[in-house]
Nanobody
């Protein structure tokens, strides 16, 4: 059983910062790409950032220069440092990981339950 758990969401004023975490646990052999997505009511889930196993990163244009994705492979944990937050960043943030469960050669996709980020004065 593999589980992804996000934490770190909350209410912050415009211009503020938050750091999200996503911890993967369970029977995991290796984790390939890890991703952050976000979703607001009535809209499709939107990709935000990607980090590969070796640390290559990519970002949605609207968050470039403000958000930083990172990971600690030893802890199977990914982070999203969000600075200079704007009201339009308000959303439920989800982590996603493509990984190989222990004892298999499969690449499976897993999602966390989401964490709410609200940017408001």
């Amino acid at each position: 059983q593999v589980q992804l758990v996000e934490s770190g969401g909350g209410l912050v004023q415009p211009g503020g910062s938050l750091r999200l975490s996503c911890a993967a646990s369970g029977s995991i052999s290796s984790i390939n790409g890890m991703f952050w997505y976000r979703q607001t009511p009535g809209k499709q889930r939107e990709w935000v950032a990607t980090i590969t196993r070796i640390g290559a990163t990519n970002y949605l244009d609207s968050v470039k220069g403000r958000f930083t994705i990172s990971r600690d492979n030893a802890k199977n944990t990914m982070y999203l440092q969000m600075n200079s937050l704007k009201p339009e960043d308000t959303a439920v943030y989800y982590c996603n990981a493509v990984l190989t469960p222990l004892g298999t050669r499969n690449l499976n996709s897993y999602w966390g339950q989401g964490t709410q980020v609200t940017v408001s004065s």
